[in-house]
């Protein structure tokens, strides 16, 4: 047993914050939403550029080929410093589904640009509130034609392709569509995180080619499993930089005479940040590990890391806002930036509800050796 | 990062499970029902006993003290697979073994070492803890038991009253703290002592819990003669003392103990039968529970960062606290759930119904557990200052002289 990263993960963190910190500053946040930009173009070369992109790629596709919890470190760096990136969309979820469905040929014709950073894929699953599986995926493809509505599609904006869930031939199939032709239309939807713009995506038509490798249904969960992992480390990096915001502040903020760092009303508050953030990194550590492992308990451990991961950026979010007082209410302050992502994470790919329901599937025979006290009751 | 065991503790954990299986089960307490507290301790006694004879008894100490001379990782894996079984691991035996030896071993001299160590890894010798006053529990500093030397005897002379002495009533001896000099700060004038608890003196009055037990107490101490040869560290340096034994006493919390796992309460649930199909079904029912089963992992994986950071001789410091705030939370929040789970049953149970009296016992020893060994307030204060590096509280008793207070 080893619970830790290794140093070689610690200084690749390190690397990722230290760019992240010069570049993607609060300060170039703001103008990016002032100039309603919706990503951050040249730091996303950046990252391209230091091998971020493709860490977790496959070395024969023009990647790194390194593990997912390389990946992880990468994801809670972001998530620290709430980039305006695309990384979740492109390679979490889009790269990471070419990686399980895709042919050889689709592999190599897609992934070494997606690590490049020459194209941006988007990931199209939802389609509004009735969510994405059962029945709830009306999307077809036939005849390599795609016909339906996606919606929201976080990135839909910059992306250059989409991997589509889509229905092909009564099962559930994942598509791969280019976006600029004439089948495709782009809606822009407001979108409560200004950092991340959501589409909707109207096919209609559109030229499309499956990812054939693999069933869908056999690769589904398990893309979305890892991506809650990385979404968990997202959520982590989020809520520690809210944490340490919120600490900074209180220790220089004097009120009735003293450090508001002093009174133990916001003492306690952050002592219960804290133990929520090292619990979901902790929970995080093991579901990234299980991804990379490969063993059958990647599912209960991705809704357990997903699970405390929302319930820690949630907290910290909030609170950050409320040790800071009516400055926090600020476009000017910091806090608004995770307040809004913290959502548009704890939203994406599920919510509670849903990775409840994953884990409790997910637990050992419930219903089977019942328990000495249920017997007897 | 791995998870998984190394071959080596592979091996220890066959061997350790073989072991406990042929061992263990001829100690375990019945489930539901509370036995004799002098039988659970005979048993606590005969257990440890056991234990020890086959290098069990502690996976860390070293064999020339009667352990096993084992790492951390063993430590854990053994505590996993003996916690699979309800043995009598009480504060009887676990004052002993997680607060008085590593006290002794860190500021006793050798002679005292060699007279405790061994009977207590041997069941021979059970302890408990005589700390907490009337008017010093969180501020344990501000106790008043006084110890005043007879230099012609080499004795001290201990006068005072303990309180919440848990099983003072059937032990053997005590680790007691107590004022050898009034005219310093608080935290100056103590020393730390040990004292044989059938010492002419002592009078030990059993307290009434809302519990229904009686395992905790009052313990009035008069006249008390303790030979100066029973004191341990310096006169003046029981501070210290009582830190290092009260830093045991967080490092061995959790991962202890019989309690029930939230696999239990999801597993229970999903046998319960509701309109629609069970309990479990109700979503309300199933997010609470999946949530507490999630920090409970997620409170798992913390403490195994935090046995390699000890494994690598790095100290984790008050971080620590995390686990005992959160899991006595957990546990009253999950034991009160459970008994809304059984709806009415959950009020009033029927005579052949043993679970709900586990329900309730655990939700009422929850509120112990928030209180013991550091109040969560207490916690959080150390997490946000210690950790944080926010600041300490205002404080108007730090330097003054305690017969000044
Ligand atoms: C079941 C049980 C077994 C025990 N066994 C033993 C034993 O064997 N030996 C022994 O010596 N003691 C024992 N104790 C005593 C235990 O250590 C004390 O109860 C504990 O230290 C709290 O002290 P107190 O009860 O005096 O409460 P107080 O210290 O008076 O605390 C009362 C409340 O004030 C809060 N509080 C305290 N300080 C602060 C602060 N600075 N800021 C904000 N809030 C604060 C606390 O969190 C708590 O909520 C036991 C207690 C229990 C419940």
């Known amino acids: 047993m080893n619970f830790d990263l290794s140093d070689e993960q610690k200084m690749l963190g390190e690397q990722a914050r230290g760019l992240l910190s010069a570049r993607s500053t609060f300060d170039r946040l703001r103008a990016l939403i002032d100039a309603g930009f919706e990503w951050d173009e040249p730091l996303w070369r950046e990252l391209a550029e230091m091998g971020f992109l493709g860490a977790a790629i496959p070395e024969v596709h023009g990647g790194l080929g390194m593990s997912e919890l390389d990946l992880a470190v990468i994801s809670q760096e972001l998530g620290r410093a709430n980039a305006a990136l695309p990384f979740f969309s492109s390679i979490v979820l889009a790269a990471d589904a070419i990686r399980l469905a895709g042919s050889d040929a689709q592999q190599s014709e897609w992934l070494p640009k997606l690590a490049r950073g020459e194209i941006v894929a988007c990931f199209a699953y939802a389609e509004g509130s009735a969510g994405w599986t059962g029945g709830a995926v009306k999307a077809r493809l036939a005849n390599a034609r795609l016909i339906g509505t996606k919606t929201p599609v976080a990135d839909g904006g910059v992306a250059d392709i989409a991997v589509v869930l889509t229905e092909v031939g009564g099962e559930p199939g994942l598509a791969l569509v280019r976006l600029d032709q004439p089948g495709v239309t782009r809606v822009k939807l407001a979108s409560f995180d200004q950092l991340r713009a959501h589409y909707s995506l109207i096919f209609d038509g559109a030229a499309a080619e499956v990812l054939d490798a693999q069933p869908a249904r056999e690769v589904l969960d398990q893309l979305f499993d890892r991506a809650a992992v990385q979404a968990a480390f997202e959520g982590v990096g989020g809520a520690e930089a809210c944490l340490y915001m919120a600490r900074d502040y209180a220790m220089e903020r004097q009120i009735f005479g003293r450090s508001l760092a002093g009174y133990q009303a916001i003492k306690h508050k952050l002592a219960d940040v804290y133990a929520g953030v090292e619990l979901a990194r902790s929970a995080a550590f093991y579901g990234a590990w299980a991804a990379a492992d490969g063993g059958n308990e990647l599912p209960a451990a991705a809704a357990a890391a997903r699970l405390q991961a929302i319930d820690a950026f949630e907290r910290a979010a909030r609170e950050n806002i409320q040790v800071h007082g009516g400055i926090g209410y600020t476009f000017e302050a910091n806090c608004h930036f995770y307040y809004r992502r913290e959502r548009t994470l704890a939203l994406s790919l599920g919510g509670r509800e849903r990775w409840a329901d994953r884990l409790i599937a997910h637990l050992p025979d419930l219903r089977s050796e019942a328990p000495d006290h249920a017997k007897a009751a | ?405």
């Open chain 2, 1 to 405: 990062m791995d998870f998984k065991d190394t071959p080596e503790e592979a091996a220890f954990r066959t061997t350790a499970r073989a072991w406990l299986a042929a061992n263990a089960p001829e100690f375990e307490l019945p489930a539901g029902v509370h036995i004799e507290d002098a039988e659970e301790i005979r048993l606590g006694r005969a257990w440890l006993a056991r234990k020890t004879a086959n290098r069990y008894g502690s996976i860390l100490l070293p064999e020339t003290y009667g352990g096993r001379g084992g790492t951390i990782m063993e430590a854990v894996v053994f505590a996993e697979e003996e916690g699979r079984y309800r043995l009598p691991r009480g504060a009887y035996v676990g004052i002993g073994i997680g607060m008085a030896i590593p006290t002794i071993l860190k500021h006793g001299r050798s002679d005292q070492v060699e007279r405790f160590v061994g009977p207590t890894l041997r069941g021979e010798m059970t302890w408990c803890q005589l700390f907490s006053e009337p008017s010093a529990g969180s501020d344990l500093a501000g106790l008043r038991t006084r110890a005043v030397k007879d230099d012609a005897a080499d004795e001290w002379v201990v006068n005072g009253q303990k309180v919440w002495s848990s099983w003072a009533h059937l032990t053997d001896w005590g680790v007691l703290i107590a004022r050898t000099d009034v005219s310093v700060p608080k935290h100056k004038g103590l020393t730390f002592f040990v004292v044989d608890m059938k010492t002419p003196g002592i009078q030990v009055r059993p307290i009434r819990q809302i519990s229904g037990l009686k395992d905790f107490n009052e313990t009035f101490l008069t006249d008390v003669r303790i030979p100066d040869t029973n004191r341990i560290g310096a006169v003046g340096e029981g501070w210290a003392c009582a830190m290092t034994l009260l830093t045991g006493e967080r490092l061995g919390q959790g991962g202890e103990g019989k309690d029930r796992g939230i696999i239990d309460l999801i597993r229970f649930a999903a046998q319960t039968p509701r309109a629609e199909a069970t309990a479990l079904d109700n979503s309300a029912v199933r997010l609470a529970l999946a949530g507490a089963y999630a920090e409970e992992q997620a409170e798992k994986h913390f403490q195994a960062r935090l046995r390699t950071m000890i494994s690598r001789g790095e100290n984790p410091g008050a971080a620590a606290s995390i686990v005992k705030l959160i899991y006595s939370n957990r546990y009253q929040k999950t034991s009160g759930l459970a008994m809304e789970i059984r709806e009415m049953a959950g009020i009033a149970h029927a005579p052949d119904d043993t679970f709900t009296p586990e329900l309730w016992y655990d939700y009422i020893w929850s509120t112990a557990l928030r209180i013991a060994g550091g109040a969560d307030e207490v916690l959080r204060n150390q997490i946000a200052e210690r950790v944080l590096g926010m600041p300490g509280e205002v404080r108007t008793d730090k330097n003054v002289a305690f017969d000044k207070l």
